[in-house]
Nanobody, 121 residues
Framework: QVQLVESGGGLVQPGGSLRLSCAASGRIFSLNGMGWHRQAPGKERELVAGITRGGITNYADSVKGRFTISRDNVKNTVYLQMNSLKPEDTAVYYC???????????????WGRGTLVTVSS
């Protein structure tokens, strides 16, 4: 079974920075796309940023120029560097990944449990 565990959330003042990490563990044959999504209170979950195994990235318009997604394929970890944070960035941030399991090569698409980011003075 493959799992994702996020870390790095917390309280930060407007204009500040945070770095989120998400590590995949378990019986992994391959990790393909990885991404970060967020869900603010009363709103639907939305894609923040995604990255392919080869490093091609995409971002929501609202975070372009402020957030940077990256990954370490050796550590099976994806990161989200968030700069110039705004109160409207406050949300639970979820990591996602798709790939294939070791031995069975069964494909999977999974989510982490989320980490809370609060931007407030």
């Amino acid at each position: 079974q493959v799992q994702l565990v996020e870390s790095g959330g917390g309280l930060v003042q407007p204009g500040g920075s945070l770095r989120l990490s998400c590590a995949a563990s378990g019986r992994i044959f391959s990790l393909n796309g990885m991404g970060w999504h967020r869900q603010a209170p009363g709103k639907e979950r939305e894609l923040v940023a995604g990255i392919t195994r080869g490093g091609i990235t995409n971002y929501a318009d609202s975070v372009k120029g402020r957030f940077t997604i990256s990954r370490d394929n050796v550590k099976n970890t994806v990161y989200l560097q968030m700069n110039s944070l705004k109160p409207e960035d406050t949300a639970v941030y979820y990591c996602s990944a798709d790939g294939a399991e070791a031995d069975t090569y069964k494909s999977f698409g999974i989510w982490g449990r989320g980490t809370l980011v609060t931007v407030s003075s």
